[in-house]
């Protein structure tokens, strides 16, 4: 009887920096940072610590590999049409950011890191090169350009990042707590507050029930966009 011919067996995906940084992406989402560690990772790629460190030279620099990764998902997510308004595609970018800072609950501290530490990184430019340009098609004079893109930029993330910093923390009263009884109980002690020394904030109190923070989030850009477009307009 003729011998049955023994089906190869399966050969695993080659190792790669791409593959390195996916599973990187995977460890912080389920683990946090604190658990990114290369034996950690080794063991999700079923390869060696040594194998990795072939590819990247150490946890710093996975970070910022990891973080690029997502930023550069985030800001190539939105819509591209040549009928988009530059204030559409700014939007696009900034909705694009303020999801991947909920998707990934260790991004926002990972840009502040990136931004501050390693500017000159990939993660700075390729954000500010995503809104700039937009900025740039709005017709802001090349003189305002670096302003008005930070701007956008500092308040896209300092948004973003704080939209997930309550997220993380599900406010101060415990995780438990449905998010229209957080912001009613916001409301109530902001409404019993002394009306001298606070009758702005008592004036607004009622406003903060309810609110959607992704429409408040959108609204901002709006006012950012708003002035820019005024600030710069031709002839001004």
Known sequence: MASRSRRPERRQEPLSRERIVGAAVELLDTVGERGLTFRALAERLATGPGAIYWHITGKAE???AATDA???AAVTAGPTGAADSPQD???AVALGLWDATEAHPWLATQLATQLSRTPWGTVAPRIFESLGRQVQAMGVPEAHWFTASSALMHYILGAAGQNAANSASAGPVGADVDR???LDTVS????GLDPDAYPFTRAVADQVR???D???FLAGITLVLTGITALHRPGR
């Not at 109530?188 to 409404?191: N, S």
């Open 70 to 72: 997502v930023v550069t």
């Open 89 to 91: 595609a700014v939007r």
């Open 214 to 216: 992704r429409e408040q």
């Open 210 to 212: 309810g609110h959607d």
């Open 180 to 182: 229209d009884e957080f």
């Open 188 to 191: 109530t002690a902001w409404e």
């Open 62 to 64: 996975l970070l910022g």
